[in-house]
């Protein structure tokens, strides 16, 4: 099994800063693409950073500028700067990653528990 692992979510005040992190533990042969999505109460689940596996990033939206993904391929590993951040950043942070299970034929997409991040007023 493949489990994923956020922290760093929490309250902040606008214009604050937050760093997420997503840890990829359990039978994994190897990771390719790795992301973060986010759901508001009331929206639909967007993508916020992409990072693939040579490390080129992607920002679908206004997260750009303000958000920056990155990754440590040896640990497994994705992090989510986030910077200045508004109160309609507010919402459930998910890490999302495409993995190769350890017995090397099975694909699997994994989904983390998610992780809160509230930007107060």
């Known amino acids: 099994q493949v489990q994923l692992v956020e922290s760093g979510g929490g309250l902040v005040e606008a214009g604050g800063s937050l760093r997420l992190s997503c840890a990829a533990s359990?039978?994994?042969?190897?990771?390719?693409?790795m992301a973060w999505y986010r759901q508001a109460p009331g929206k639909q689940r967007e993508l916020v950073a992409t990072?693939?596996?040579?490390?080129?990033?992607a920002y679908p939206f206004s997260a750009k500028g303000r958000f920056t993904i990155s990754r440590d391929n040896a640990k497994n590993t994705v992090d989510l700067q986030m910077n200045s951040l508004k109160p309609e950043d507010t919402a459930v942070y998910y890490c999302?990653?495409?993995?190769?299970?350890?017995?090397?034929?099975?694909?699997?997409?994994?989904w983390g528990q998610g992780t809160l991040v509230t930007v107060s007023s």
């Open positions: 999302n990653v495409h993995v190769t299970s350890d017995d090397k034929y099975t694909f699997l997409e994994v």
């Open positions: 359990g039978s994994i042969f190897s990771i390719n693409a």
């Open positions: 990072i693939t596996s040579s490390g080129i990033t």
